[in-house]
């Protein structure tokens, strides 16, 4: 067991989740996410992210089980694919996942994707979170045209919006729009994917360096610090260990402010390109 203290953030639903979560998304399912996942909450980690399309929900359940770990310290969040979306489609997507899981409840439950009948998938997490089936309900991929489309016709307003956000991409637009509403940003792609120009960066590696920390320690903590939830992804023990200390130094306003003047103001990914949302629907195919 690990000393790593956890930091939680409070959604608008009223629910806590720790603000730094564990992403296993590319892990595959032959041993490897349970054992990642074993590793991360062995490092004090209590928030696992998964997805119906990351085809590994199995093992993050089976290691959440078997962690010893009570189930009510563990935060799990997965996500419905877009071939499950409407209504019908949503509800036997949810059984699915809390199936394949072998959970009782899911913490946290997204639409992964923002196409096709996004407004009754959500009508259906709304009916499993008033039936204590999902404790949260969000979105995933939403960029402030996808947002003003089809939140808009939501009854309940999502608790987070998970997208690609790190220092070179810092979604100030969306931000704005969800600052609003009390909704969390939840950042994929926390570390740029392991992108040496952003973990080389001089201005991080400058700041690194006074704190002591690495590269990826100091953009988790300004993650944190801009109030986001980050889901930083390794397979690494080490590094899994070291992406969760992070909460024994404060950056300055003056640190803030010079990673806040790297964002570029764009992403890898942009979910308003034509054909994107085809594209997706075609990329993985979930089984029955
Ligand atoms: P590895 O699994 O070998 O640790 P992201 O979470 O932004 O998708 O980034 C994940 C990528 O970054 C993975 O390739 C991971 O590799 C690498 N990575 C994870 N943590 C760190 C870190 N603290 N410093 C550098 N690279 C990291």
């Keep these: 067991m690990s000393d790593a203290v956890m930091n939680y953030i409070t959604l608008n639903d009223g629910n806590k989740i720790p603000s730094i979560g564990f992403g296993v998304f590319m892990i595959p399912a032959d041993g490897s996410t349970y054992k990642a996942v074993r590793v991360a909450l062995d490092a004090g980690y209590r928030h696992i992210d998964t997805a119906t399309a990351y085809f590994n929900e199995e093992e ?16 799990v969040t997965s996500k419905l694919w877009l071939s499950q979306y409407g209504y019908e489609g949503a509800k036997k997507g949810i059984e699915r996942s809390l199936t394949k899981l072998g959970l009782d409840y899911i913490d946290l439950y997204l639409l992964h994707q923002p196409y096709g009948d996004v407004v009754g998938a959500w009508k259906a997490l709304e009916e499993a979170k008033d039936e204590g089936k999902i404790l949260s309900i969000g979105v995933s991929n939403m ?75 100091i953009i988790l903590r300004f993650e944190t610090q801009e109030g986001f939830i980050t889901l930083p992804k390794s397979t690494n023990p080490e590094r899994i260990k070291s992406n969760l200390d992070v909460f024994d130094f404060t950056l300055t306003e003056d640190e803030l402010q010079a990673i806040r003047n790297m964002d570029t103001g764009t992403t890898s990914h942009d979910p308003d390109a034509d054909g994107v949302g085809d594209y997706l629907l075609n990329a993985f195919k979930i089984e029955d």
């Design 60 to 75: 993050v359940g089976k290691a959440v089980l078997e962690s010893g770990i009570p189930r009510e310290e563990i935060f």
């Design 143 to 217: 960029t402030p045209k996808l947002w003003n489309k089809f939140v808009s016709q939501f009854a309940t307003l999502p608790s987070v919006n998970q997208i690609e956000c790190n220092p070179f991409s810092q979604q100030k637009k969306m931000r704005a729009i969800m600052d609003k509403d009390n909704v969390k940003v939840e950042c994929w792609y926390p570390l740029g994917h392991g992108n040496a120009e952003l973990l080389k960066h001089p201005t991080i590696t400058a700041i690194a360096e006074k704190y002591g920390k690495n590269a990826g320690q």
